[in-house]
């Protein structure tokens, strides 16, 4: 069973369109993650949800946004896309927020053309 | 403010030699270092951490050694397998609700 599960795996799509990737846990955590991973694969935190409230935004534009129904999911929509926004998103998930291991995803290949 | 120093960003060994990645951090308070493994097409996946109430930590053919006075530690693989190719991140995992990753090693396994 996956425990972290983001859809789509790729998204190609054109400049200035909008999109949204979701994500699902199963593991019963009450915290989940944005990070966004660019072309070098470094590895950075967008937004950090615990039991459906935002915690952390790291000066991500507001034209992301996240979204969470419900402690076992966490969406990501963004509008007005830019070249820059090619990247690959993943989504993760941990018990808690202290010191905790995290659960990713396999993540969302975003592609801007 | 909080980073994460990894060093080397590509390593080729022999199979059956060992493996050495080495981090630093900025953050004298931080006590939770996790590192991570990366295999093409897939997402990071844990596979040891450290406290910073221990030194060292061993799971079979992976061990980390955390040195709190200099900020340093480090994941070791020995007798390493093709099966280990991936790119490896050190992290700080202190911060409440981040993870401050290290820039990544690509560890290459020659037959």
């Known amino acids: 069973d996956t425990a972290v599960s983001q859809t789509p795996k790729y998204l190609v799509t054109q400049m200035g369109n909008d999109k949204s990737i979701k994500c699902e846990q199963n593991l019963g955590h009450d915290t989940m993650y944005w990070y966004k991973q660019d072309s070098k694969k470094f590895l950075k935190i967008m937004f950090s949800y615990n039991n459906k409230e935002l915690i952390i935004n790291e000066t991500v534009p507001n034209r992301f946004s996240p979204k969470s129904p419900d402690k076992a999911h966490l969406n990501l929509h963004i509008n007005s896309l830019e070249l820059g926004d090619s990247a690959v998103y993943f989504c993760a998930s941990s018990q808690t927020t202290d010191n905790q291991p995290q659960h990713f995803g396999d993540g969302t290949r975003l592609s801007i053309l | 403010g909080e980073n994460v120093e990894q060093h080397p960003s590509t390593l080729s060994v022999q199979e059956g030699d060992s493996a050495v990645i080495k981090c630093t951090y900025s953050d004298s308070a931080s006590n939770y270092f996790p590192w991570y493994k990366q295999e093409l097409g897939k997402g990071p996946q844990l596979i040891i951490d450290i406290r910073s109430n221990v030194g060292e930590k061993k799971d079979q053919r992976i061990a980390v050694t955390l040195n709190k006075t200099a900020k340093h530690f480090s994941l070791h693989i020995t007798e390493t397998q093709p099966e280990d190719s991936a790119v490896y991140f050190c992290?700080?995992?202190?911060?409440?609700?981040?993870?401050?990753f290290g820039s990544g090693t690509r560890l290459s396994i020659r037959p």
């Open positions: 992290a700080d995992g202190s911060s409440a609700s981040k993870i401050i």
